[in-house]
């Protein structure tokens, strides 16, 4: 199934240009801010967003964060062990864009290939697991969730129990 209510604006190759990837989100609402304007993020106040998004202050650099290193650097790993664990298959897409709604923005983790679902790919440190306990999902993730569901309609998203 493909994405039919938006538009790709940067591939995944373009994407490794980390620099156009940063420039790319500035241009609307992405599925981690949609926690931040719902008030549910602890690292950033939706009036913060808005400063970094009408560009009246740079957004923090995070490179030298070793949780979103280790978050970015494992990706990749869990999605091939999904893969093998649920024999469904996956992929990346790139940067959307609704065309409904143009400041709404999309990088989706994978797609899961044949079926109207997402894999959306997060590391926690010991510390976060009472937030992940059974079934659940941190609202800040539940929203990223919705926010995507935007581009394809009604999804199922996956989360991998590790």
Request: aromatic residues 12%; contains cysteine.
């Amino acid at each position: 199934m493909t994405y039919t209510n938006c538009d790709l604006i940067l591939s995944v190759k373009d994407a490794e240009d980390h620099e156009k990837w940063l420039k790319t989100r500035d241009l609307g609402i992405g599925g981690s801010d949609a926690a931040v304007i719902m008030g549910m993020n602890s690292y950033k106040s939706p009036y913060q967003l808005w400063m970094e998004k009408t560009g009246q202050v740079e957004p923090p650099d995070l490179s030298g964060n070793q949780y979103v290193y280790w978050g970015t650097k494992n990706e990749a790993n869990i999605a091939d062990w999904f893969q093998e664990e649920t024999g469904k298959k996956v992929k990346r897409l790139g940067t959307l864009q609704s065309r409904e709604y143009p400041f709404m923005l999309a990088n989706v983790d994978r797609t899961v290939i044949g079926e109207n679902a997402g894999l959306e790919i997060k590391t926690a440190g010991v510390s976060q697991y009472k937030k992940w306990q059974g079934d659940e999902i941190p609202d800040a993730y539940y929203c990223q969730c919705l926010h995507y569901m935007v581009y394809r309609g009604p999804h199922r998203w996956e989360r991998p129990h590790l």
